[in-house]
């Protein structure tokens, strides 16, 4: 098992700002994922998070809007650059392992206003 | 890009009631999960079946997995006012580098 945790919980923003949401693990994980949860709706995966290389994105993501460092194996950010109000969701940051359970961060639930 | 698709989309059924929930994939898996996620509160992870099983218990939930058909099944028996929420599947591939993708969930209502 894994306990992650997420900061900010919450946060309101206002449009054109940039937010950086922080992810720490208690041990060493090889991948760390970064989802989107808009209101009502499923967990859209953004990016895969690799300690070591560039993070990968998936469609309609890119890294100007959702820059991603992952400095250590224990520690990720995921940026929301540039704000708008269609950028408010929970963010979560999440750590699996070869067929075992993801387990996530409490989330960031983000208002842009 | 969600790669499970839910059906139903919404459910409402009796207290006592069995609620089945289906879910389909597109590319081969390592596994499949299924959540639950309550209103406003985070996801709950249920059972993880893998890909080499067809058949998972977990009191009073039973989830299969066909493969050849890509889809996987989540039962509830005997559903309480309790077991409303929403639920996911997600499942997890190494198709395109390893990562897990979730479908859009079914919405389940049990009325008392």
């Known amino acids: 098992s894994a306990v992650i945790s997420q900061k900010p919980s919450r946060d309101i923003c206002q449009r054109g700002t940039s937010l950086t949401i922080q992810c720490q693990v208690d041990?060493?994980?090889?991948?760390m994922f970064w989802y989107r949860q808009q209101p009502g709706q499923s967990l859209t995966l953004i990016a895969t998070?690799?300690?070591?290389?560039?993070?990968?994105?998936e469609s309609g993501f890119v890294i100007d809007k959702f820059p991603i460092s992952r400095p250590n194996l224990t520690f990720s950010t995921l940026t929301v650059s540039n704000m708008s109000p269609e950028d408010s969701s929970i963010y979560l940051c999440s750590v699996e392992g070869w067929n075992t359970e993801a387990f996530f961060g409490q989330g960031t639930r983000l208002t842009v206003v | 890009s969600q790669q499970g698709e839910e059906d139903p989309q919404a459910l409402s059924i009796q207290e006592g009631e069995n609620a089945t929930m289906n879910c389909s994939y597109k590319t081969s898996i390592n596994n499949l999960q299924w959540y639950r996620q309550n209103s406003g509160r985070g996801l709950v992870h249920l059972i993880l079946i893998r890909s080499n099983e067809r058949e998972k218990h977990s009191g009073r939930l039973r989830v299969t997995l066909d493969t050849s058909k890509k889809s996987s099944s989540l039962l509830i028996t005997a559903s309480r006012a309790a077991d409303t929420a929403s639920y996911f599947c997600a499942t997890a591939s190494n198709t395109g580098g390893f990562k897990t993708i979730f479908g859009a969930g079914t919405r389940l209502f049990v009325k008392a």
């Open positions: 998070a690799n300690q070591g290389s560039e993070a990968t994105y």
């Open positions: 041990s060493q994980v090889t991948m």
